[in-house]
């Protein structure tokens, strides 16, 4: 035992202090303390708790154990063994006691054998409770560290999307929000809100594994939207054997499923649609068409209303204008844009800072691009990647 097994006997009957101690001294890491002031000062002492407690009832009458009863309600002696000390039961007897939290008994006149035979019991539960707890401290450490890890397998994925796709990060937490808004509205149960929030964080995964990557050619990152299936199949293979991302692949490979029916992979109709991929899919579109046109709320929410009951469920869009109502009102685009440094353009304005990946300083906010100042930034761009793109004004984008 990493510590030695501490019993307290309360009692102030010397000659039974006095015929327990040599008993106790014989069996190895064991410590007894005599407690003669009763039970109610062993509950307020100042020192370590005992892992059992030995009560003495001369009489067999019950005595003590209201004290008892007390000491056990005490959270420091949750978990200490409670023994009786009291003459030889007899048929019926111990019952009030055991429902009094008495776990065992000793019997008056003491019998040697019988006390040692009670402390060995004790020093086994005491390994056991240790053994546990050592076990159950290393499965809390090794949780933490399995979150950890989990929790940084999900930012590298976050990071990765965004470094394809600039921007991505910021609109995968704008589309989360939304979607948890309309979420907690339909009162869906809370282990399952993890998912669909990481969902909508990494909503553009399938785009970036059919996605070639950044480049001038505008039809490679059109192609994804185009064919949304392959991009909601593309996100459930990549996740669906992942411990932990199951769910998540479950509701972004339903996400482009139709209300009618006529979605995609698997045509799958109106309930047989994840509620949750509904959420979403109603989220994304929301946020996709106010990106495109910011100053257009109502213009936006009565396009998503004509598609009611073919492209989206019903009442999901009542729950999206719901919540865009009361809870903190609508949801708005940035007014800056998040581009690919090959999206540039002249006349575009710097809504930030901008840096190469190795922290070197290229323009400052509010810069208006120029040809010559363009031409700078894509020739250090051809020798040091900017992978995280350039922040720009959205109405001079």
Not at 122 to 148: C, G, I, K, M, P
Not at 239 to 266: C, F, H, I, M, R
């Amino acid at each position: 035992m990493s510590e030695p097994l501490r019993i307290t006997l309360v009692t102030s009957d010397l000659a039974i202090a006095s015929a327990i101690e040599p008993i106790v001294a014989q069996e190895a890491e064991t410590v007894l303390t005599v407690e003669a002031r009763g039970i109610e000062s062993l509950a307020w002492s100042a020192g370590a708790t005992p892992h059992a407690v030995i009560v003495v009832d001369r009489d067999g009458r019950g005595q003590g154990l209201e004290e008892l009863g007390r000491l056990r309600s005490l959270p420091r002696f949750v978990h200490c063994r409670m023994l009786l000390l009291r003459p030889r039961l007899e048929a019926g007897d111990g019952v009030l006691e055991l429902n009094s939290g008495v776990h065992d008994f000793l019997t008056l006149p003491i019998v040697p054998a019988e006390v040692t035979s009670r402390l060995r019991a004790l020093a086994d539960q005491h390994r056991l409770h240790e053994t546990l707890s050592e076990e159950r401290a290393r499965v809390d450490h090794l949780n933490v560290a399995f979150h950890t890890g989990f929790d940084q397998i999900i930012r590298l994925l976050i990071r990765l999307v965004d470094l394809h796709f600039p921007g991505a990060e910021a609109r995968g937490a704008s589309v989360a929000a939304l979607a948890m808004r309309m979420a907690a509205r339909f009162k869906i149960p809370e282990r399952f809100l993890r998912d669909l929030e990481l969902a909508a964080r990494l909503h553009e995964l399938g785009r970036m594994v059919l996605s070639d990557g950044h480049g001038e050619d505008d039809e490679r990152d059109r192609r994804p939207a185009l064919n949304p299936g392959a991009a909601s199949l593309a996100s459930r293979a990549l996740l669906q054997d992942v411990d932990g991302l199951k769910g998540v692949a479950e509701v972004l490979s339903a996400v482009y499923e139709n209300w009618d029916g006529t979605g995609v992979p698997d045509r799958s109709i109106q309930g047989q649609i994840p509620l949750r991929s509904r959420v979403l899919r109603v989220a994304m579109d929301y946020l996709s068409a106010i990106e495109a046109r910011p100053e257009a709320v109502e213009a936006v929410l009565e396009r998503l209303d004509e598609h009611a009951g073919t492209r989206y469920d019903p009442l999901v869009l009542a729950h999206l204008h719901a919540a865009l109502s009361e809870d903190g009102g609508p949801i708005l685009a940035s007014a800056n844009h998040h581009v690919a440094i090959e999206k540039l353009r002249v006349g575009m304005v710097l809504a930030e800072d901008l840096y190469t990946d190795a922290g070197l300083k290229l323009l400052t906010r509010g810069t208006s691009l120029t040809p010559s100042s363009l031409d700078t930034i894509l020739r250090r761009h051809r020798m040091e990647p900017i992978l995280r793109g350039a922040v720009v004004e959205r109405a001079a984008a």
